[in-house]
């Protein structure tokens, strides 16, 4: 009997698409502190969500190409905006990690209020990428934001990171932590995508997963 929540296995025709995409410049267009600073929902929206230091900036900058176009750091916290990112037609947005933040109580409650509201009230967000970190699996903090996107009929794929620093004995484990966390969540995509930043591995899937969504 096959495993619900497989890892994402696209076709090469599928990678071909998600390498044709990421071929394109990606610009960054500007970061909001607020709802009414969002630009337009005139295009096609994904969206990049996951705990403080779970590798999210250096994700971005892998699937782009781009070594610095999303700021990468040791210090948690150090996305305080939602920032947006324009590739073709679609937006790419990095959102601010949740969970410890080395900023002050007031300033991370306000920075985690506008990711909440956005991904509560954004038309045109077809996907948000929640980032597991693959050594730890879903915290109770990750399943906050599940039941958020499930109260938003928001979609959500979950997408393990660091998958290079994870034993292989770990993996399996962790990984049926996330398939049954995600099994009680309406809105969570039926595959997960297994990446690490350092070595590549996962990336041309992702970008093809990305490819698809229209």
């Known amino acids: 009997m096959s495993l619900p929540f497989p890892e ?3 076709t090469s025709e599928e990678i071909e698409a998600g390498t044709r995409l990421f071929r394109q410049d990606t610009e960054f267009l500007k970061g909001v502190v607020a709802m009414d600073g969002l630009p337009p929902d005139d295009r096609v ?6 705990r403080s230091n779970v590798g999210k900036s250096s994700l971005i900058n892998a699937l782009t190409g781009r070594r610095n176009i999303a700021r990468a750091s040791n210090t948690p916290g150090r996305t305080q905006e939602v920032n947006f990112f324009t590739l073709g037609s679609l937006y790419l947005v990095d959102l601010p990690g949740y969970g410890f933040a080395n900023a002050p109580l007031h300033v991370v409650q306000q920075w985690q209020n506008v990711m909440r509201a956005y ?6 967000l077809r996907r948000a990428f929640l980032l597991i970190d693959h050594r730890h699996g879903p ?3 990750d399943v906050d934001i599940m039941d958020l996107l499930d109260k938003a009929a928001v979609p959500f794929q979950a997408v393990l990171t660091k998958s290079d620093k994870v034993k292989a004995a770990d ?4 990984q049926a ?6 099994s009680r969540h309406p809105a969570a995509y039926p595959e997960i995508v297994v990446t690490s930043s350092e070595t590549g591995d996962g990336i041309d899937a ?4 990305i490819a698809g969504i229209d």
């Open 45 to 50: 929206e994904i969206c990049f969500a996951g």
């Open 206 to 209: 992702l970008r093809a997963v």
């Open 8 to 10: 994402a296995e696209p």
């Open 139 to 141: 915290k109770p903090v």
């Open 119 to 124: 991904l509560g009230g954004r038309a045109n």
């Open 177 to 182: 932590a996330l398939r049954e966390t995600l």
């Open 171 to 174: 993996r399996e484990r962790t």
